[in-house]
């Protein structure tokens, strides 16, 4: 059974002081039941990745369910880190695919700022190896560290040649009002911030936000009577790595991308030249030229290469747009809710509604969901019938 | 009772030669300025991937370093406290490396 997404609804990304995790999940709830036309779907899937750790609050289904008005529904969350979001709609394609079920929304939902500083780096940090990662004071951003550090000296390549990723970031996200970080990246300025864990700077690391977006999915004859031009779901593939780094016989070949991308593309019949634009989980700029490797686009230690020209190669305009709507770099990264918001904006991105960031003709988008540093990868290609 | 031979653990050699120390290369490393909270104090602190001689790879927090550090430097690991569970629990100790005495 075909997929399609019927109905799509986000808050914006930011400090939500004032809004409990419980409110951003209904608020994007029901602007996608509001967008599909629907009162009712036959299940809920969330994905979120730190209630426990930052909210002190798990069964989030029960929870968001009866606040959406839909009693008794079977609801529940999907969890895989920062790929939450992305594994909680592969959870709720399957579901549609399958036939046994007609319609299903798709919550992804993260308050993270209900504690700061290093208590939630410490939240953080469940989803990296216990006992032999975060045991020994890493934390996701360090191990992206080592990461860039390594390719740095491997393929001999300096921080600066990582730039454009982070300037088209900002640019793309300046244009989109759910972005957390809307200021634009002066060339320059990436080899100033302060360093995290370096190389890994201010301007390389994507800011923690609070955020919820949300899919209404549902079969191909629905999405029909539902939606004038439905986007369909043709790919979808999830695909595993080792968790901790160094179980990885090389930590600079991102396999499960590598898998799930392949997975996903083989499935909706399309080479990477068919894609129109990417969504990558560009948490790191070292993240978004593994995963351009992994996927095909550049032999091993070439994938900085896209990031030339101040990012002109990957602008909506460009060869290969990137983060057009700012990717987790400026839209902000809100966790387990980013692999829905991924899902949200291509449908924005397909439907023409990209504003200043549309890519023009915009057919087939991927979008790309990572938990961990490649431990976790959700791939999903969204596409709409030719004009 | 059987008298101890020459193959016995009484004769065994006694000088320490050092190879049992785990010895590797710098994989990779980073400073680390905004840990976990139970590492706050330590920070900022270098984490490494060490390349173990017998080909393993290995998490760990360097230690002893008092020069400018790179990938490829030859260090060797050392028993060291970690962190403290909370303000009055335990000592958790663990391993680090430190750069090979030349």
Not at chain 1, 9 to 38: I, Q
Not at chain 1, 112 to 130: E, F
Not at chain 1, 183 to 205: E, H, T, Y
Not at chain 1, 353 to 364: D, F, K, L, P
Request: overall charge negative; some cysteine.
């Amino acid at each position: 059974m075909g997929v399609s997404i019927v109905g799509a609804g986000m808050t914006p990304v930011r400090e939500h002081w004032s809004s409990g995790l419980d409110e951003l999940a209904v608020e994007a709830g029901a602007m996608a039941l509001r967008d599909a036309g629907l009162a009712q779907v036959d299940a809920l899937y969330i994905g979120n990745g730190y209630g426990g750790a930052f909210n002190r609050q798990a069964q989030l289904g029960s929870l968001l369910a009866a606040r959406l008005g839909m009693e008794q529904l079977e609801a529940y969350t999907c969890e895989a880190g920062d790929a939450s979001g992305g594994v909680a709609l592969r959870t709720g394609y399957l579901a549609v695919a399958a036939g046994d079920l007609r319609s299903v929304m798709v919550i992804g939902v993260e308050k993270a700022t209900d504690i700061v500083g290093a208590a939630r780096t410490t939240a953080r940090s469940i989803s990296l190896h216990a006992d032999s990662e975060s045991i020994n004071g890493a934390t996701l951003t360090a191990l992206a560290g080592l990461l860039m550090r390594r390719y740095m000296g491997q393929y001999e390549v300096n921080l600066s040649q990582f730039e454009g990723f982070s300037v088209n970031a900002h640019q793309n996200g300046s244009r989109n009002e759910f972005a957390m970080l809307r200021n634009q990246l002066r060339p320059g300025s990436f080899l100033q911030a302060p360093m995290i864990a370096d190389p890994v700077s201010l301007f390389d690391g994507a800011p923690d936000g609070d955020g919820a977006a949300a899919v209404v999915l549902a079969d191909s004859e629905l999405a029909a009577d539902l939606a004038p031009s439905p986007v369909s779901i043709i790919g979808s593939a999830v695909a595993t790595d080792s968790l901790a780094l160094q179980d990885r016989a090389d930590p600079l070949d991102l396999r499960a991308v590598r898998r799930s991308a392949a997975k996903s593309l083989e499935q909706a019949g399309l080479a990477i030249s068919d894609l129109s634009a990417l969504e990558l989980h560009d948490a790191y700029t070292v993240l978004t030229a593994l995963s351009l490797e992994a996927m095909g686009y550049s032999d091993p230690g070439k994938g900085w290469q896209w990031a030339r020209r101040e990012g002109a190669r990957i602008a909506p305009k460009g060869e290969l747009p990137l983060s057009t709507f700012g990717g987790l770099k400026s839209r902000g990264n809100p966790g387990g809710a980013t692999g829905v918001y991924q899902a949200v904006e291509a449908a924005r991105q397909l439907r023409g509604q990209a504003g200043e960031n549309q890519v023009e003709s915009a057919r087939n988008i991927l979008i790309q969901n990572i938990g961990g540093l490649g431990a976790t990868v959700a791939t999903h290609i969204l596409s709409v019938p030719a004009a | 009772m059987t008298q101890a031979g020459s193959d016995s653990p009484a004769a065994a050699k006694r000088e320490y030669d050092g190879a049992a120390v785990a010895r590797g290369t710098i994989y990779s490393y980073t400073l680390v300025q905004e840990p976990a909270a139970e590492f706050a104090a330590q920070a900022p602190f270098y984490l490494a991937l060490v390349e173990l001689d017998d080909g393993a790879l290995i998490t760990a927090q360097l230690t002893d370093i008092d020069a400018a550090v790179s990938i490829g430097d030859r260090v060797e690991m050392v028993t060291r406290k970690l962190t403290t569970d909370g303000d009055r629990g335990m000592i958790i100790y663990g391993y680090k490396f430190r750069p090979v005495m030349t």
